[in-house]
């Protein structure tokens, strides 16, 4: 809609800048233009309706927002990632862990000795193969990780590398992976950030940068509506799907709020735990 604004602010201005015509026949009537509703912030449903490749931050982005934070100091952050279960069969279940994988990497890039690096980039590869991706497709991952283990680039080089590979291999794996996985491992990536930072953040009782780290309504929205989405029948469905949606729901409430306090903080800490809990 800011486009269609800026093009038909655009066409008046060209059109006040014109000559006017030197004698025209006969006035004619103006159009009817149809006015306009101003652009305002989206809505939970309209945020819903798009794909998470355009909600969550971008690696980049959240490197930027942690360091203003000053969760992201020379040590890091104050949490550190936690290793999950054995992955399952379920593809959904991988996208998830996959996602959660690429956090892991992106919240500690910048502290992680070299060997830890490189076993979660491994980690991402495994996922990747284990949900469909062929091993040319892979190239641009196993020379990121051949020159990690070489240590032949920077950290901070590194972090825009993984900004590349969110925002170009992954959807390029589409055809490959499904429609549903890539999503999936975004929405893994963003469960597991928002875990780890609201952690740090409790930890540290600096509530004031919740809101600009963890306030992501539509990715929320996003997450509910596949949950809604899955067919019956699915393995484990009966005990997985009551607890993720109760989480959802919990952690929609939470990111909900305009500005995030402690008691959001402690909430989405809590809901994003149970749900990382199921994987």
Request: hydrophobic share 45%; aromatic share 2%; net charge negative.
């Amino acid at each position: 809609m800011r486009l269609t604004l800026q093009l038909v602010l655009l066409a008046a201005l060209t059109a006040c800048d014109a000559p006017p015509p030197e004698a025209p026949p006969a006035p004619t009537p103006p159009p009817v233009v149809e006015e306009k509703a101003p652009v305002g912030p989206l809505s939970v449903g309209e945020l819903a309706a798009a794909e998470p490749v355009a909600l969550v931050p971008s690696p980049l982005e959240m490197q930027a927002a942690l360091k203003r934070s000053g969760l992201l100091g020379p040590q890091g952050l104050l949490v550190k990632p936690r290793p999950l279960k054995a992955a399952g069969e379920d593809h959904d279940r991988l996208a998830v862990r996959t996602g959660v994988a690429l956090a892991d990497l992106l919240l500690i890039v910048q502290t992680a000795q070299t060997p830890e690096l490189v076993g979660l980039l491994k980690e991402i590869r495994a996922g990747l193969v284990a949900l469909g991706a062929k091993d040319d497709a892979l190239s641009a991952l196993d020379e990121l990780t051949a020159q990690v283990q070489n240590e032949a680039l920077t950290r901070d080089s590194l972090v825009q590398e993984l900004d590349a590979l969110s925002g170009g291999t992954l959807p390029e794996l589409e055809a490959q992976l499904g429609p549903r996985a890539v999503p999936l491992i975004r929405a893994g990536s963003w469960l597991e950030g928002a875990n780890l930072v609201s952690s740090s953040i409790i930890a540290g009782g600096n509530y004031d940068t919740a809101t600009d780290l963890l306030r992501h309504p539509g990715v929320v929205a996003w997450f509910q509506r596949y949950v809604e989405e899955t067919p019956a029948g699915r393995p484990d469905q009966e005990q997985l799907v009551p607890i993720l949606r109760e989480s959802l729901k919990s952690l929609a409430t939470a990111t909900a709020a305009e500005r995030l306090g402690e008691a959001e903080v402690r909430q989405i800490h809590q809901s994003t735990a149970a749900v990382l809990d199921l994987l």
